[in-house]
Every structure is written in C-alpha cells, then in structure tokens.
C-alpha cells in the first residue's frame, strides 16, 4: 500500500540492541568465571569442570564448551550482520563522517566512532579466539589456559581483546541506555553526565579484572613453561612442585 511505512527497520534495531546487550552480558558474566585464576588454580579448575558438566553429569564432556561457543558466535554473527548497515558504506561517506566529527566535536559521536572501530576489530580478534574454545574445548584450565597464554603467546590476542570488548560493550551499553530510556526532566544534561560517568566506572572495573587474571595466567604459564602441555591435578601448584 503505498504511504504505509514498513515496521523492519525498526524491528531490526531491536533485534540488534538486543542481541548486543545478551553480549554484552555473555562478557561481563564471562570475566567473572574466567578470573576464577585469582582465587587460586583449585578455584579456577573448578569453575572449568562445571561448565563441562562434571558436577550434574558425574563427568566431563567438554563439548558442552564448544556448544556454548558456537552459540556466542552465532550471536556475535548476527550482531554484526545487524550492525553493518550502520557502517560507512564507502570512502565517500567515511570522509563525511570524519568531516562531521571534526565539525561537530561532539563527545557522542565520537563514541559512535569508536563503537564502529572496535566493533570491526572484534569480528577478528572474537574468531580467533572463539575457534580457540570451539575446537579445543579440553584444553581449558589453570595449566592449559596458562599454557597457551604463556608458551603459545595468546596474551597477545588477549591483550588487544580485552581493551576492545571492553570499549565496545561500555560504550555499547551507555548507548543503549541513551537509545531506549532516553534522560527526561529537568536536567538531561546532569542524567548524561551520570550516565557516562558510570560508563568510564565499568569500563575501568572489568579493564582492571581483565588485566589482574591476564596478569595471573602469564605469570603462572611462566612459572609453568618448562613443563607446558602437562595438565592441572587438582590440590597441586607450579610453586608447590618446584619447592618439593
Ligand atoms: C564474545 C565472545 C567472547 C569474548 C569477547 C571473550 C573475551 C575474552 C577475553 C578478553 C579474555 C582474556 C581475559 C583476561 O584478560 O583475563 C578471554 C579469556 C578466556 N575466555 Fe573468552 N571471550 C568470549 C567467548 C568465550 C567463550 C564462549 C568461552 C567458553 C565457552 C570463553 C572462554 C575463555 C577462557 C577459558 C579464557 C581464559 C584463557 C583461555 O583459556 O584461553 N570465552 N576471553
């Protein structure tokens, strides 16, 4: 009928606020377990055998792991199909945006920018990564984990991850809120202000987590190195056994 707008448009802005926000609270969530590390090599062995079902199955089946990978990834998919049609689509429109930034000096725009340049960066570093989990589901734990981030030199990698996913899901998360529950009242800017503030609070919580048990696993993969492939026993330490 014509004049009658269609509702996709809108309906894929949920879908895509949406499926960032699961995302974003996968990685949040995730960085809890994955800095288990701090408490000890028990603690995150532990958390490693629960979520290959050991305590609900009597065993491990550490392609529970890989499920739980491949389903983050099709999200992450699916974010991003969303997303690209927010992307400059040509060097024309990028030298527009740039134009417009410069002109504007607007502190939410830039953020815009930043959401666009980490959120191209992620899709790489998230695959490597994800093939990681999804393909050697076994090989997670204190001395495997440790391992690969030490000897392997995966630190890399997630050094550059965790700056990036952290960039993307703070901001990520500020816009959302500014998206869909926009500051009312008498003073929108003092909400805007507050708001940010919290974001630049998370970022700097999950930023200093993220870098304490990456910290931690290099350091025990150091300490580990001449021993890399062997796997954690449960109640034993690399230190314990070099003291014996
Ligand atoms: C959007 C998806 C994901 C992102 C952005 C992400 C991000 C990260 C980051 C930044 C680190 C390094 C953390 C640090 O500095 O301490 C890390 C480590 C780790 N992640 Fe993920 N992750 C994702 C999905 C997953 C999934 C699906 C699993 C398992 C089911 C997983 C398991 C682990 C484990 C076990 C580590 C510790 C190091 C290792 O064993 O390789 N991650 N992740």
Redesign the pocket.
Known sequence: MPGKLSAWPARVDVLQSLSGLL?VL??WA??F???S?LLGEDAMYRV?KM?EGEPLFGKPYPLL??A??I???T??VVHAVLALRKFPGSSRQYGQLRQHMGALRHPDTTLWYVQCVTGFL?FF??SV??Y???TQ?G???PY???D??WSER??IV??L??V???LH?AIGVYRLAMKWYPPTGANPRAHRRRRKRAMWCILAFFLT?????????MYLGYQHADRAGERYQPGTTVLATEED
């Open positions: 995302l996968f990685v995730h960085m377990f994955e800095s590390i490693t979520f792991v890989s739980v990978g389903a983050v990834l999200l992450v992620l570093l998230v990564h994800l990681t989990v999804i589901p090989n997670i734990g495997a984990s440790a690969r981030i995966f630190w997630y050094a991850l965790l990036t996913v952290h899901a987590l993220g870098c304490a048990s990456l910290l931690t696993y």
